[in-house]
């Protein structure tokens, strides 16, 4: 699949197959994370891909929007270290996991974690330290469910030169 036909098909999937991902496409999709744009190209992530049911299912507990995670055969989360842009550059990790899982004819889901209230609980179970801030949290896994929900249209969205 090219990159614009992954970008455009690219949709949130919360349902998955109890098929596994192989380990080496889960690196993969990790690698096109960690190749993420960075502010000073500091690249301050992490990444902890959880594919053991005895953990994802304590991990989409703790999580208020993101029990899926218990279904699905991998979740990747992402934590940076607190330096100035954290925010934004775990964001880019996150958006190129969800288009890294596309092309590889994956679903995912990204599930909020920056300032969430389970943040410190979800970095205390996977044993990160205390120096990385959640980001997010990606599940991925074979789609078990088709969405198509309607997009904004570009001109509702797009302005050239002023407002």
């Known amino acids: 699949m ?41 690249q301050p992530w992490l990444f902890v891909a959880v594919d053991d049911a005895t953990v994802l299912g304590p991990l989409a507990d703790l999580c208020d929007h993101g029990k899926f995670i218990a279904q699905a055969p991998v979740c990747v989360v992402v934590f940076c270290e607190n330096v100035k842009y954290s925010v934004e550059d775990g964001c880019a990790a996150t958006q190129n996991l969800l288009n890294a899982a596309r092309a590889h004819g994956l679903a995912s889901c990204w599930v909020a974690g920056h300032q969430k209230a389970y943040a410190g609980r979800v970095r205390s179970l996977l044993g990160v330290p205390e120096q990385y801030l959640l980001i997010s949290l990606v599940a991925i896994g074979h789609a078990a469910e088709d969405r198509q929900p309607e997009k904004r249209p570009l001109a509702d969205v797009l302005r050239w030169n002023h407002y």
């Open 2 to 42: 090219d990159a614009i036909e992954c970008l455009k098909t690219r949709r949130s999937i919360r349902a998955y197959q109890p098929r596994p991902v192989p380990r080496p496409i889960v690196a993969d999709i990790v690698d096109c994370g960690r190749l993420a744009a960075s502010a000073i190209n500091l």
